[in-house]
């Protein structure tokens, strides 16, 4: 039997949320903004974690390939970004996870209500969401002469949630997805175990990452209004000078061998994927820039240019060996 399950990555959206929300005044007019932006991103990454467990954990009697986070963009169809897509010989199942509190409404115009805390909410239905999904990876189908049926559903993680308006619509809470899947599961065969491992292999190949803008470009947030300093990699406060060279951490008492690093990692998640030697002083609040560049050296990141000229660059295998993990 073959069971390929791919891992699912920290969204670099998150990453640049989290470094932004450490930086960026309380006084500033999208605190809130990024500080919700921020708990939106967390609780739907902690829904789509839950669901993943309960997924890794069910049997399948058939062969299968779970994609988490799947983004499909190819000339022709739609950019298509599916929470989790599940492959096997049968079927193909694209799942949308809402991990949203509260009271949800559906409504019938593309539309769910959320009532939270005494705050009421409008946002786009997840439902009208996974099927446009399901449309975009049928026609990918089509486009490659591949014959197997895509279904479809909307996952909340938590039966705490109140779902008003969902019945017969293929929205469900997490613990019937396993009874969904063991039906789906009964499904006649559509392809042999060779051309699913093609297909399998295929959808590995067309999963794409989209280029993001970067947060500060969407929020009109300049270098100059954030918050100079070097920041813990654990507890997201400020370090503390301990001589020269180095900086301590108040808190933990981490010591960072290169506290530079973590100021080119901030300028590459919220403003550029190149940075300077003036851009870490802007950060930082260091104007020695032989120091900086000292730092900047021993990051390891490519360059070009010479002296003051210097740029650092950051590329995708940079981003996944040090943004990966938060």
């Known amino acids: 039997m073959i069971i390929i399950i791919y891992e699912r990555e920290v969204p670099e959206k998150l990453v640049a949320l989290q470094r932004l929300a450490r930086r ?5 007019p999208h605190f809130d903004h990024v500080k919700l932006a921020l708990y939106n991103a967390q609780s739907g990454l902690g829904g789509e974690q839950y669901i993943d467990s309960t997924l890794f954990d069910m049997y399948f009697p058939i062969p299968h390939t779970i994609f988490p986070n799947y983004r499909l963009y190819e000339k ?15 079927y193909a199942l694209v799942i949308e996870v809402k991990n949203w509190g509260g009271t949800i409404t ?7 209500i959320q009532e939270k805390n005494g705050v009421v909410r409008s946002m786009d239905c997840p439902i009208v969401q996974a099927e446009y999904y399901r449309e975009n990876l049928q026609d990918w189908f089509q486009l490659h002469d591949i014959i197997l049926p895509v279904h479809r559903v909307v996952i909340f993680p938590f039966a705490s949630t109140l779902l008003r308006g969902a019945e017969n ?22 392809m042999d175990t060779k051309d699913f491992d093609l297909l399998s292999l295929k959808l590995h190949g ?3 990452t989209f280029a993001n803008e970067k947060v500060c470009h969407k929020y009109g947030i300049l270098p100059s209004m954030l918050t100079k300093g070097f920041f813990c990699t654990h507890c997201d406060i400020q370090l503390l000078k301990k001589n020269s060279r180095h900086y301590i951490c108040p808190s933990c008492s981490a010591v960072p061998a290169n506290p530079v690093l973590e100021i080119m990692l901030d300028w590459f998640t919220l403003f ?20 900086i560049q000292y730092f900047m050296k021993k990051s390891g990141f490519p360059s070009s240019g010479r002296n003051k000229g210097t740029v650092y660059h950051v590329n995708e295998t940079e981003k996944e ?3 990966g993990d938060i």
Do not use: C, M, W
Request: proline share 7%; no cysteine.
């Open 24 to 28: 960026l005044p309380s006084d500033h």
């Open 76 to 90: 022709y169809i739609p950019s298509t970004q599916i929470d989790i897509l599940i492959i096997t010989p049968a």
């Open 206 to 208: 067309a999963n794409n």
């Open 169 to 190: 619509r293929g929205v469900h809470f997490s613990k019937e997805l396993p009874i969904i899947i063991r039906k789906l599961n009964k499904l006649p065969l559509q």
């Open 272 to 291: 550029s994927n190149q940075v300077t030697n003036k851009n870490i002083r802007t950060l930082s609040g260091l104007v020695d820039s032989h120091r």
């Open 106 to 112: 559906f409504q019938n115009t593309g539309q769910a």
């Open 321 to 323: 060996k040090y943004l």
